[in-house]
């Protein structure tokens, strides 16, 4: 900079040298510009007698003299004025070098603050704090359900309407030290504090990824979907034989990626479609799945696999059913326990196609049951079939659909608008009624459920469902009540809004 400088300096001093020179010359010898041909040895001879004129002249002429003084003011105007514009180019280039210097300081000052200083922001996957280069972060979300519950009919087995929470769960997930994640989420819902899911995740290898804590073993197809994407409220049949949440470790990842999926894993062991956060004895469960996705997802998704569980029952609480209302249906006589050998199996299937999507799971629980002395094997089994369509054209996932326009009505955004209809059963062996671990007027051998509900996806986050469910029954009555447990219809309305 200081060279251009001296080089602008030194182009303008030259200019001025240029000019000085140049009106020197104009005014020593006009007759040789008006005469370029003329011979320049009779010039020569001729020039003191002209030198001798000038001078009469200039002392006869006053008028002259004076015009001559003003031509000599003029040029040190002119050189007073470049001199000028010189000396402000020169202040400008001091000026922009100055503000080029700041700006390097306050760039290196800048990369050093990024090196050290943690982001904060705020989108549709919660709140996250971010520290450079992504080695640690903490998210905090949150997913909040309000639930309305109608029963219809005279119907002694109902329970009472009731607006409830059906979930209150906040969420803690993150990184530590770039390649572990955990995750942490009780729940308040219901009256009732509940630790849902509180692990960590090593995942370092995609091949082989190390989970440890409580979460959910790899066993149902829907229960491994989260409770916010499902297309209706509640769950279907087969996920009541799956356990929803278990202490243990599991080792997943991709075997061919975006195509071949597995997970395995050893956990404490939990009734069907419960949880705990101890184990009842010094026996595991062990759990393992395998899952292929075929075609590419951006044009059309099927997905199938199995999942499967083995382990002891010993101790274990006995397992509890419910209808698509959350009412428990299915009750054991005293004095029978769990004990022996339990074995889950539950392949499942999903088929996304634009808007369109299917989901159909079958499940089979074969546990050993004790009353007394007496043990056997007991058998349940349940099954789902499930379709939705996108009336507003969002494409379809596992996942809750993003509107194409969010709630805005004053800009013609309405969300998107989901139909979906399920139709579902359970049964339960006979031999639970026949040896008496069970009571046929009491507890249904079978139920038949079937579901349809709208969706409304105001946004991303915030959704309003309404479904209404179905449920007959197969025994669960006394001859006087006609053999089976009354139909049981219910309307749910949900209000839910979640950010994880």
């Known amino acids: 900079m200081n060279a251009f400088r001296g080089l602008t300096h030194a ?41 001798a004129v000038g001078a009469d002249s200039a002392a006869a002429d006053p008028a002259s003299t004076e015009q001559q003084s003003a031509g000599a003011q003029s040029t040190d105007q002119k050189v007073q004025d470049l001199q ?10 001091k000026d922009v070098q100055h503000e080029q210097e700041l700006k390097k300081v306050e760039d290196a000052a800048a ?25 640690f972060l903490l998210k905090i979300g949150a997913d909040l359900q309000v639930d309305n519950r109608t029963f219809f009919g005279e119907n002694s087995t109902n329970p009472m309407d009731q607006m409830l929470l059906r979930r209150v769960r906040p969420t803690f997930s993150g990184t530590i030290y770039k390649y572990i994640d955990y995750f942490f989420r009780p729940d308040f819902g219901q009256g009732s504090v509940v630790i849902y899911d509180a692990y960590v995740t090593l995942k370092y290898f995609d091949f082989a990824q190390v989970q440890a804590g409580k979460f959910k073993p790899p066993v149902s197809l829907e229960r491994l979907q989260s409770d916010d994407d499902t297309s209706f409220v509640e769950r279907g049949y087969p996920t009541m034989l799956a356990p ?5 470790y599991q080792v997943g990842g991709d075997i061919l990626p975006r195509h071949i999926s597995y997970s395995v894993g050893a956990f404490n062991g939990v009734p069907d479609n419960g949880l705990s956060d101890a184990s009842v ?13 075929l075609f590419n997802p951006e044009v059309a998704n099927l997905g199938f696999g199995v999942g499967a569980s083995s382990g002891s029952v010993d101790a274990e609480a006995l397992p509890s059913y419910k209808t698509f209302a959350q009412n428990s249906f299915f009750t054991f006589n005293s004095g029978v326990t769990e004990g022996g050998h339990r074995t889950r199996l539950q392949p499942g299937l999903y088929y996304y196609m634009g808007a369109f999507g299917l989901l159909t799971e079958y499940g089979l629980t074969e546990e050993d049951m004790q009353k007394g002395t007496f043990r056997t094997d007991i058998g349940y089994r349940a099954w789902q079939v499930a379709g939705s369509y996108i009336l507003t054209g969002e494409k379809k996932s596992f996942k809750s659909p993003t509107p194409k326009k969010n709630f805005d009505p004053r800009n013609h955004g309405w969300g998107a608008v989901e139909i ?21 007027t009491a507890s249904p051998r079978l139920a038949h459920e079937v579901v349809g509900g709208v969706n409304w996806y105001l946004n991303r986050l915030f959704r309003i469902s309404g479904d209404y469910g179905r449920t007959n029954f197969g025994g669960g009555a006394t001859t006087a009540m006609g ?10 309305f949900r209000f839910q809004i979640n950010f994880i």
């Open 84 to 93: 000028k514009k010189v000396d402000e180019l020169d202040q400008k280039l």
């Open 111 to 135: 990369a050093e603050k990024a090196k050290t200083e943690a982001t904060v922001t705020a989108n549709t996957s919660g709140f996250t704090i971010e520290s450079p280069h992504g080695n």
């Open 11 to 51: 182009f303008f001093v030259s200019i001025i040298v240029t000019a000085l020179a140049g009106a020197g010359g104009a005014s020593t010898d006009p007759s040789q510009a008006g005469n370029p041909g003329q011979n320049p040895a009779p010039a020569a001879a001729s020039s003191s007698a002209g030198q």
């Open 244 to 248: 929803s949440r278990d202490i243990g």
């Open 420 to 440: 979906a209809v399920r139709t579902g059963e359970f049964t339960a062996d006979r031999a639970l009624f026949t040896d008496g671990f069970a009571s046929a």
């Open 483 to 492: 053999i089976n447990r009354p139909t049981e219809k219910a309307l749910i």
């Open 281 to 293: 004895s010094d026996h595991r469960d062990f759990a393992g799945r395998l899952f292929f996705n």
